[in-house]
Every structure is written in C-alpha cells, then in structure tokens.
C-alpha cells in the first residue's frame, strides 16, 4: 500500500478519501456533542482516579475552575474532532516533509501528500465507524471503539515509518528520526503547550485567590 500510494497515488482520490472520513468525524463529533457531558469527566460516579486525585489535591472549588475550562473548551474539541481527518492528512505530510528537510532530506512533496490522504481515511475510518456504533458514552462498546482508534493509529505510525524510508530513501534509523522529530515538534510540542497554559490559568487563579 505505501509503495502503490507513492509512487502511483492520486491526489484527486486521496482527498475523496480525506472527505468522506471527515464526514465520518463530523457524525462522531455530533454523537459526541449529544451524548458527551464535561461534568460526568470530573463529578460523575465514572470518573478515574487521577481526576478524583486533582479533587483532592486542588478541593472542589479549584476543581470547578478546572470544569469550567474544559466546558469552555468542550465545543472545540467536538470541532476538532469532526476535522481529524484534515489535521491528520496536511499537518501529518507537512510535519514529515519538514522534519525530513530539516535532516537534509529533500523529495517532492506531492507523494507524501497524497499517501497521508489514503492513509488518513485507512486509519481513522473504521474508529470513527466503530464510535458510530458503539456511541460515546462510557462502556464496553466504547472502548471497544477506543482501541479500534487506537490500532489505527498504531497501523498509521508504522506505515509512515514505511514511507518515509522509500520516499526519502533513507535507513531505518534516520527515518525513525525523522518521524519522531515530527511527533515531537508539530504535535507533542503544541500539545505541551496548551496544557501548561490551562495549568497556568487555574494556578494563577488559585494564587490571586480568584477561587
């Protein structure tokens, strides 16, 4: 499939299929929206033990700040959600190309684009599928969706390793860095980021006694 996608992919098919997953997304996301509830994440008897650890760390008050990001914060991440599949596809082909030209390695760019499009729709389609059956709420139906989500993305990893070695005609170990300067750099990095600034809101809050 990697070898095919390269070299005799086609862009036009590769955003149909980039389409149709983020129709896919966005019936998930909807699902979500409808069935998910932020409170039910922090007060409700389903809640894990590292948020009942936050509760007793931070009491119920501070907590509540917390909740109130995330309820703020709750409709993005539904929008987010309907729009993986283009996240995965650009961000995704764009992240390697560049990493991979950050290590001296300079291809045309059109052949990862279109490989991230097939392998975007193969990857995240059949979790979305899964979570459309199964539905949102906590259960075994949903982490049966879970971890057809997260094989996808297992298969997704070790695919673009693939690429990247026949793409960039390079060894193993250099691909592997060039794939995980990319996670780190246009994922990992941002992801780290966001997190600390919501960090930063509650422990301001806390210190100018807001709460």
């Known amino acids: 499939m990697v070898?095919?996608?390269?070299?005799r992919g086609r862009l036009g098919l590769a955003l149909l299929a980039v389409v149709a997953t983020t129709v896919a997304s966005t019936a998930v996301a909807a699902r979500i929206a409808a069935e998910a509830d932020p409170n039910e994440l922090f007060f409700g008897p389903t809640?894990?033990?590292?948020?009942?650890?936050?509760?007793?760390l931070l009491g119920r008050e501070r907590s509540s700040v917390v909740v109130y990001l995330v309820q703020r914060s709750f409709?993005?991440?539904?929008?987010?959600?309907?729009?993986?599949?283009?996240?995965?596809?650009?961000?995704?082909?764009?992240?390697?190309?560049a990493s991979a030209r950050l290590a001296g390695s300079r291809?045309?760019?059109?052949?990862?684009?279109?490989?991230?499009?097939y392998a975007a729709a193969i990857a995240l389609l059949p979790g979305d599928l899964a979570s459309l059956a199964f539905g949102a709420r906590p259960g075994p139906g949903a982490q049966a969706a879970q971890a057809v989500g997260l094989a996808g993305l297992a298969?997704?990893?070790?695919?673009?390793?693939?690429?990247?070695?026949?793409?960039y005609a390079v060894a193993s170990e250099r691909a592997f860095r060039i794939l995980v300067v990319a996670v780190v750099l246009f994922y990992l990095v941002?992801?780290?980021l966001i997190v600390a600034a919501a960090v930063a809101i509650v422990i301001a809050g806390a210190v100018l006694e807001y709460f």
Do not use: K, N, Y
């Open 155 to 167: 298969w997704l990893a070790v695919t673009t390793f693939r690429a990247i070695r026949t793409h």
């Open 107 to 117: 291809r045309p760019f059109r052949p990862m684009l279109t490989f991230f499009g």
């Open 47 to 56: 809640r894990s033990p590292a948020v009942q650890l936050m509760i007793d």
């Open 3 to 7: 070898v095919a996608a390269l070299l």
């Open 190 to 192: 941002p992801f780290i």
């Open 75 to 97: 409709d993005a991440v539904v929008v987010a959600t309907a729009i993986s599949p283009l996240f995965v596809w650009l961000l995704g082909s764009t992240a390697i190309d």
